[in-house]
């Protein structure tokens, strides 16, 4: 596929993209920038953007993205569990779960979880769905998985797994024709990459 034909298609399907879409959309974009300031405010606009994109995922595409689907439910249920989280103190000025780096315990669980999800969601999609991107689907799910254990308990490396996360669900979005989730998770690439940057230079500041 050329360029000029890349445009024309992205052009095209831009101009049907639903409302469902749009909404998303922007409330994970807000849920992204809060995430980046460390503010509470990134769970109750993430969890309109996640049911949202869960529906578009199983109703809205053809065959649908059943991993993508599933991984917005857990978005979900994370993003109540985070919510908690990130609102609890020890004290009037300080946070249960500040902004942190992960022990090796945190680190390996984390990389387990990714690691085991990847196999069995990519085994799941390939044997009892019509998925025909089983692949980047699970690839994308697994990672996700990971960065949102992480980032509801405040953990820098949070950032690094939605990086990895966004450079597959990029390619995969336009694939199936989601333009506006592509430009998203283009914009997310950048977000992390900037939150993560803020995250590691808070957690030094205050270790200092």
Known sequence: MTLTEIYRQFVTDLKIT????????????????????????????????????????FFL???????????NIYYFIMSVYGWYNWVQKKDASHYTYPISWCSKKELFIGIGFFLFFWVVIYLVLTKFTNSNTPFLDSLVSSSAITAMWWM????????????????????????????????????????????????KTKVTHENN
Request: hydrophobic share 55%.
């Open 152 to 199: 509801a308990k405040r953990k820098v490396e949070n950032w690094h797994a939605w990086i990895f996360s966004n450079i597959v669900a990029i390619p995969l979005n336009f694939y199936k024709g989601l333009m506006l989730f592509t430009l998203m998770y283009i914009l997310f690439l950048l977000m992390a990459w900037w939150g993560y940057k803020e995250w």
């Open 61 to 71: 595409v053809h065959p649908p993205l059943y991993a993508d689907a599933i991984l």
């Open 18 to 57: 639903r409302w469902q879409e749009w909404v998303s959309t922007l409330t994970q974009i807000a849920s992204v920038w809060y995430a980046r300031k460390n503010n509470v405010l990134v769970y109750p606009t993430g969890i309109i953007g996640v049911l949202l994109a869960a529906y578009v995922y």
